[in-house]
T-cell receptor, first 114, second 117 residues
Framework: EAGVVQSPRYKIIEKKQPVAFWCNPI?????LYWYRQNLGQGPELLIR????????DSQLPKDRFSAERLKGVDSTLKIQPAELGDSAVYLC????????????FGPGTRLTVT | AQKITQTQPGMFVQEKEAVTLDCTYD???????LFWYKQPSSGEMIFLIY??????QNATEGRYSLNFQKARKSANLVISASQLGDSAMYFC??????????????FGQGTELSVKP
């Protein structure tokens, strides 16, 4: 069974530029998560989807971040414009449901903003 | 208030020995789940073990076991017979609430484990 797929793996951009990350969850997983992991810290949730619905986006900086999960499968996370402080690893995870099911993580996208 | 605390930034263990990674948590919700993840240098988070707050027995998965002490609010990970491939960052995480009303997964700061040959 294929795991969570993310692309790109690495991205370097200049500040004020836009950037987008893509995630394909494990087949059949209804819940999708985007996390941000700063260097030396644990991941922090940005947004959680149940199918197409964003059920928790309280940690998403909505002035510059946006996300979508069309058709309840793939998801895209966008930053526009990027700031130096956005440099981090962006992790996508999925689980069968939003309960206590374990979350399976993708390899992440390492973003560097210069 | 920090909900998950991992007080050991780094740990060393000799190959084939056992090691305990500490985790304490804080919650007033009677229903919660505790998770441990491994993150090797490649960056991917790998699920290791889960303990539910109502589970009567400590969770075990192969060489991993979770020493769950509810009254002390601790959920330490025990790795038996350490292997060189166990060298990685280890994160403790907690999720509160039930089902889809449950809150987000909250991670600790992590412990970097180094296994020496």
């Amino acid at each position: 069974e294929a795991g969570v797929v993310q692309s790109p793996r690495y991205k370097i951009i200049e500040k004020k530029q836009p950037v987008a990350f893509w995630c394909n969850p494990i087949s059949g997983h209804n819940t999708l998560y985007w996390y941000r992991q700063n260097l030396g810290q644990g991941p922090e949730l940005l947004i959680r989807y149940e199918n197409e619905e964003a059920v928790d986006d309280s940690q998403l900086p909505k002035d510059r971040f946006s996300a979508e999960r069309l058709k309840g499968v793939d998801s895209t996370l966008k930053i526009q414009p990027a700031e130096l402080g956005d440099s981090a690893v962006y992790l996508c995870a999925s689980s069968f449901s939003g309960g206590f099911d374990e979350q399976y993580f993708g390899p992440g996208t390492r973003l560097t903003v210069t | 208030a920090q909900k998950i605390t991992q007080t050991q930034p780094g740990m060393f263990v000799q190959e084939k020995e056992a090691v305990t990674l500490d985790c304490t948590y804080d919650t007033s919700d009677p229903s919660y789940g505790l998770f441990w993840y491994k993150q090797p240098s490649s960056g991917e988070m790998i699920f290791l073990i889960y303990q539910g707050s109502y589970d009567q027995q400590n969770a075990t998965e192969g060489r991993y076991s979770l020493n769950f002490q509810k009254a002390r609010k601790s959920a330490n990970l025990v790795i038996s017979a350490s292997q060189l491939g166990d060298s990685a960052m280890y994160f403790c995480a907690m999720r509160e609430g039930r089902g889809n009303q449950g809150g987000k997964l909250i991670f600790g700061q992590g412990t970097e484990l180094s296994v020496k040959p």
